[in-house]
């Protein structure tokens, strides 16, 4: 892997938040002697520095593929950075305290990609066992999610059955169509055509808003007993005429 140095520089000295920085004691690879240097780790890149102030890093570790793990050492508070392979190199490091070995160790045992890699896979699970777990009823569960079927839904049979419900003449524009219903008899005209339902009147605008809603409800009232009269004279009409044929024809 090539890696521009210019910029790892700007990466490493960039107003980026670092994941943890500090000064750790970094045993050399040909003299085990250990120097102490500044530390800063920005993703899975370990960069140090001779100090604090320093513009460029003297190094960077690139953390794909290892184990941090505690190691015996002449310091006391030691740990390892290990790569797989024979000719891989071993880093050894040096915190100054018990407790900042311990976030070294832990900050640099997730910087790997790999390990964002699981992160993610386990958010994604626990993510869909959210989604599907107040649906399917087992919000509990912890199995993975593509192991999880819905059961097929059974409707439940009822143990009596309820009776049929009257059909429902078609509409138009949303009214019911006058006689459109199947066997109906409509009334006709004397040359034979059917004949229109009758039209209820016009409710006419009154000339002023004062007493509007009393006029109002007298026409309403009007228009409601006119329309009364008016269909139930063509219901008796449609009644005789069904009595008639069911009776016969006359001899």
């Not at 960077?60 to 950075?81: H, K, M, N, P, R």
């Not at 993510?127 to 009823?137: V, Y």
């Amino acid at each position: 892997m090539k890696l521009n140095e210019r910029s790892l520089a700007f990466y490493a000295t960039c107003d980026s938040p670092a994941d943890n920085a500090g000064f750790l004691y970094k045993r050399g690879e040909r003299h085990t002697a250990y120097h102490r240097r500044w530390f800063v780790l920005k993703g899975n890149m370990l960069f140090y520095f001779e100090e604090r102030e320093s513009r460029e890093p003297v190094g960077v570790i690139v953390l794909e593929g290892c184990t941090v793990e505690l190691c015996d050492s002449a310091e006391e508070f030691a740990f390892a950075i290990r790569f797989g392979g024979t000719k891989s190199r071993t880093y050894v490091l040096a915190a100054e305290s018990q407790a900042a070995m311990e976030s070294w160790v832990k900050s640099l045992s997730r910087a790997s990609f790999d390990y964002m890699r699981l992160v993610v896979r386990e958010l994604e699970k626990q993510l869909e066992e959210m989604r599907w777990g107040p649906a399917g009823g087992c919000g509990g569960c912890r199995g993975l999610p593509g192991s999880w079927k819905p059961k097929p839904s059974v409707p439940e049979q009822s143990p009596e059955r309820l009776p049929a419900l009257p059909a429902i003449p078609p509409k138009e524009n949303g009214c019911a169509v006058w006689n459109n219903a199947p066997g109906a008899v409509r009334p006709h005209d004397s040359e034979g055509n059917p004949r229109p339902p009758p039209l209820p009147p016009r409710r006419r605008a009154s000339s002023s808003e004062a007493g509007g809603a009393g006029a109002a409800a007298a026409e309403s009232s009007s228009t409601f007993c006119r329309l009364h009269e008016q269909y139930g004279q063509e219901v008796a009409r449609l009644r005789q005429d069904w009595l008639e044929r069911r009776r016969g024809p006359r001899p």
